[in-house]
């Protein structure tokens, strides 16, 4: 088969659509692993870190599974690639950030509200420990970050639902470098932070919902007031070359 090289203009966005394309033609199948990074450059007329970069992207929207080691793996199955709700972030025009922040006060409000309702002593222990380690490394911004994932990982869990749990764990995909950097510009306020948390944690332990609910939302307020400062004092930013292919490949799929 004659692949056709990709042309110079949007070179990451033209990856994706072409690997979409040659998935599309069974020409890469589901579940079978991608050939190796070279040779799907040479393929495809592309330089290494423009396919890598394409491949993360794929990662990110969950169509293929980078494993360190063994190479790139396209999902068992998926019947229409758009169908996971995270691509339609890409579609938003205002910073993606500002919109992640909007979608976690919904859900991640609802959540707060299910796990005062249907905790457990166990969930309620998973909570403490991150809880704990946070408070241990209010001092390191990487184990900070780390311990307070795992803390709303432990909420996700304790709200005991499946549908939420499982758009969570897509969401979280788009989540992480998110938070990581709304996180890093906490500056000298993580104790501010860390008490936040422990409002959350306390509200579900006295299964109360309703002030559950607030204190998360309160919480993700205050980080994104935080964070619309810093960009106010930063300036706009230019997105990713990633972020950029991802809104060009979804929007040309719109039109």
Do not use: C
């Not at 205002?94 to 509200?113: D, H, M, S, T």
């Not at 780390?146 to 788009?174: G, P, S």
């Amino acid at each position: 088969m004659q692949i056709e090289p990709i042309r110079k203009t949007s070179v990451v966005q033209g990856a994706i659509s072409k690997i979409k394309e040659l998935i599309d033609q069974e020409y890469f199948k589901f579940g079978e692993k991608l050939p190796p990074e070279r040779e799907l450059a040479r393929l495809l007329g592309i330089s290494l870190p423009s396919l890598r970069e394409a491949l993360r992207a794929l990662s990110i929207l969950g169509i293929a599974e980078m494993r360190p080691g063994s190479g790139t793996y396209l999902r068992s199955s998926m019947s229409d690639w758009s169908s996971d709700p995270f691509s339609l972030l890409f579609h938003l025009r205002k910073p993606i950030q500002i919109e992640l922040f909007e979608a976690r006060k919904g859900i991640e409000g609802v959540i707060a509200e299910l796990a005062a309702q249907k905790r457990t002593e166990d969930d309620l222990q998973k909570m403490e420990t991150a809880l704990q380690k946070m408070r241990a490394h209010l001092a390191n911004k990487k184990k900070y970050i780390k311990y307070e994932i795992e803390f709303h990982h432990a909420i996700i869990q304790a709200a005991n639902n499946t549908i939420l749990e499982d758009f969570m764990e897509k969401m979280y995909k788009v989540l992480f470098e998110s938070r990581k950097r709304t996180v890093e510009q906490l500056k000298d306020i993580y104790r501010e932070s860390y008490l936040e948390h422990y409002q959350i944690y306390h509200q579900i332990k006295e299964r109360d919902p309703k002030k559950a609910r607030k204190a998360m939302v309160d919480n993700l307020t205050k980080v994104e007031k935080r964070f619309r400062e810093d960009m106010e004092e930063r300036g706009p930013s230019q997105p990713t070359k990633i972020g950029q292919a991802l809104y060009q490949t979804e929007a040309g799929k719109a039109n």
